[in-house]
């Protein structure tokens, strides 16, 4: 399956607004109308749709922390009709490829629920490694670009 990201745009948003993720995990993730809100108003914020062979399938978003003095990845989401089939795994890869492209070699970091063993696992298969600190309530990881 080829995953891409795209920009969201004026004619995505909605469809963005209105994906899901499946019953359980919407204690891990903010809704992509926040995050959409938060994106209008928030500096160095890029929020992106992931493709699935051309359909819309997730939704990721990048920024600039000034608490963390860095770039990172605040937002992954995949439709829950698009769960288990190694597409928040390509998207991951496809963000890594894009931020190292736009920024050069630089730390990129995400935070996570310790809870969330999912998305742990899918962020040290990418290569990101634990760094041992507290982001508030979530573990911060870190990979170098």
Not at 126 to 135: I, L, P, R, Y
């Amino acid at each position: 399956m080829g995953v891409e990201l795209r920009r969201v745009d004026k004619d995505s948003w909605y469809a963005v607004c209105r994906l899901a993720v499946d019953d359980g995990q919407e204690a891990f993730v903010a809704p992509n109308s926040f995050s959409l809100a938060q994106a209008a108003y928030e500096a160095d914020t890029c929020p992106m749709g992931i493709y699935a062979d051309g359909r819309l399938a997730g939704f990721v978003m990048w920024n600039y922390d000034g608490r963390l003095g860095g770039w990172g990845m605040c937002r992954l989401m995949v439709d829950r009709r698009y769960q288990k089939k190694g597409i928040g795994r390509q998207a991951v890869e496809r963000l890594l490829e894009t931020v190292k492209k736009e920024k050069g070699k630089i730390p990129f970091y995400v935070s996570v629920s310790r809870e969330n063993e999912v998305a742990i696992r899918l962020f040290r298969g990418v290569g990101f490694e634990d760094t041992q600190k507290s982001w508030g309530e979530e573990t911060l990881m870190r990979i170098d670009l």
